[in-house]
């Protein structure tokens, strides 16, 4: 079993920047690719970033892309997920989840783990 939760969510005005944090614990983190997704009201669930279990493969939404940067730190059982340039259609609930391999990643089916996500809301 793998315990996922977040934090960093808010409020908070286009234009800014928040930083969500996802602390894990349970079994060896540096095992499990690291994915974000996020929901909005009447909307599915949406793949949004994720990274490998040792950080050297990122992957991103299109609509994020240059603006979001996922990190983890291992030794902290940590993922990270800074958001810049912030926009109303970023409002959101954020989870992070977790998956053995990375393979389908973009697929919400595909992840063992989840966390109880962070609400982030963008005011215009």
């Known amino acids: 079993q793998v315990q996922l939760v977040e934090s960093g969510g808010g409020l908070v005005q286009a234009g800014g920047s928040l930083r969500l944090s996802c602390a894990a614990s349970?079994?060896?983190?540096?095992?499990?690719?690291m994915g974000w997704f996020r929901q909005a009201p009447g909307k599915e669930r949406e793949f949004v970033a994720g990274?490998?279990?040792?950080?050297?493969?990122?992957d991103y939404a299109d609509s994020v892309k240059g603006r979001f940067t996922c990190s983890r730190d291992n030794a902290k059982s940590t993922v990270y997920l800074q958001m810049n340039s912030l926009k109303p259609e970023d409002t959101a609930v954020y989870y992070c989840?977790?998956?053995?391999?990375?393979?389908?990643?973009?697929?919400?089916?595909?992840?063992?783990?989840w966390g109880q996500g962070t609400q982030v809301t963008v005011s215009s």
């Open positions: 989840a977790a998956k053995l391999w990375a393979n389908s990643r973009y697929y919400e089916y595909s992840y063992n783990y």
């Open positions: 349970g079994r060896t983190f540096n095992n499990y690719y």
């Open positions: 990274i490998g279990w040792s950080g050297g493969t990122t």
